[in-house]
Nanobody, 114 residues
Framework: VQLQASGGGTVQAGGSLRLSCAAFRSVGTMGWYRQAPGKQREFVASITRDDDITNYDISVKGRFTIARDSANKNTVHLQMNNLKPVDTAVYSC??????????WGQGTQVTVSS
């Protein structure tokens, strides 16, 4: 399944950005991981397909919000508010396809300046 990610960019600390990820077939849970330079990839947020249960890493809880698009359940958005320099990373969206495994979108850079 192809995933198309969009959004990202550069913002000052305290600013906001929105990431979007669109799957071109029906998929299950979708979400994002991120990887900062010199660090391991880490989970950011996810949302289930049928009941929209969300999950966040503690470092972004209360600042980031993941939601499915109201018109297309195969598209999710990650609203990132009150961004901090530590949020600087390449963000990659993913989609679970059950027995078919996991699909990944291309990474998008998020840079937060102090």
């Amino acid at each position: 399944v192809q995933l198309q990610a969009s959004g990202g960019g550069t913002v000052q600390a305290g600013g906001s950005l929105r990431l979007s990820c669109a799957a071109f077939r029906s998929v299950g849970t979708m979400g994002w991981y991120r990887q900062a330079p010199g660090k391991q990839r880490e989970f950011v947020a996810s949302i289930t397909r049928d009941d929209d249960i969300t999950n966040y890493d503690i470092s972004v809880k209360g600042r980031f919000t993941i939601a499915r698009d109201s018109a297309n359940k195969n598209t999710v958005h990650l609203q990132m508010n009150n961004l901090k320099p530590v949020d600087t990373a390449v963000y990659s969206c993913y989609a679970n396809r059950g027995a078919l495994g996991t699909s990944w979108g291309q990474g998008t850079q998020v840079t937060v300046s102090s």
